[in-house]
């Protein structure tokens, strides 16, 4: 990874996971990492007025794309603002085979849960903790993870624990994850721009040096 990283981003929604990043990396004692660009997979994705407030470059995936088309768009846009890193922060489609090969790595992706439970296709959003709760599940939480092939499925790179509590509604645990979520994606990417995380070639998580930042992985407000 190269002393200053260029951060890419994937966006489906609202875009605060999006804006978890610029905000981080924005910070006056924060040199060497920007966010360069971000890609909404649908025109009217909250993440796009984010961005145009933040003076991010933006790009909308074109609707009606097949798998190459959308392949070569991604690889343009991602190419084309020099990426480090690609994160998927609430992207709802599955990332092209070559776009994961070019980036293998160094694609991460956060999820509403504790992943490998409550992943996979069309897991997302509200429907996540809707089976959470179904599920009787006492604990959730975020999980970021290596992006492979498939949907919510690489290596995982961090976890952290929520509480589920009596009379939860799938928006109270969101509500609940999504703060935490705020804190371990910009960590996690910072773990991987400064090295000391990274993934090995028989697809092992490998943590370099000691990282903890219990601060930063703390359910703390403030
Ligand atoms: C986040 O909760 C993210 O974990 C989830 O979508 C939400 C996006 O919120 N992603 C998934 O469910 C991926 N399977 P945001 O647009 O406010 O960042």
């Not at 949907?151 to 009379?167: E, F, H, S, T």
Request: proline share 5%; glycine share 8%.
């Amino acid at each position: 990874m190269p002393d200053s990283v260029r951060i890419a981003v994937l966006a489906s929604g609202g875009g605060s996971n999006f804006q978890a990043l610029v905000d981080r990396f924005r910070r006056a004692d924060v040199r060497y990492r920007e966010v360069v660009g971000v890609i909404a997979s649908r025109e009217r994705a909250g993440v796009l007025e984010r961005a145009r407030r933040a003076g991010v470059a933006a790009a909308i995936a074109p609707p009606a794309a097949t798998r190459a088309e959308m392949a070569t768009f991604l690889r343009r846009a991602l190419d084309g603002w020099r990426s480090d890193i690609v994160v998927l922060a609430g992207y709802m489609k599955l990332v092209p085979e070559t776009v994961v090969r070019a980036y293998w790595g160094r694609i991460l992706n956060i999820h509403p849960a504790l992943l490998p439970s409550f992943g996979g296709r069309g897991m997302y959003g509200a429907r996540v903790h809707q089976a959470v709760i179904e599920a009787g599940a006492r604990v959730t939480g975020a999980t970021v993870h290596f992006v492979d092939e498939a949907y919510d499925r690489g290596p995982i790179l961090c976890q952290w624990p929520v509480p589920v509590l009596a009379g939860d509604t799938p928006e109270s645990v969101a509500a609940r994850v999504l703060k935490v979520e705020h804190r371990i994606l910009p960590a996690a990417v910072e773990a991987l721009a400064s090295g000391a995380v990274r993934l090995d070639a028989d697809r092992r998580v490998h943590w370099v040096r000691e990282w903890f930042e219990t601060d930063t992985f703390t359910n703390r407000e403030g």
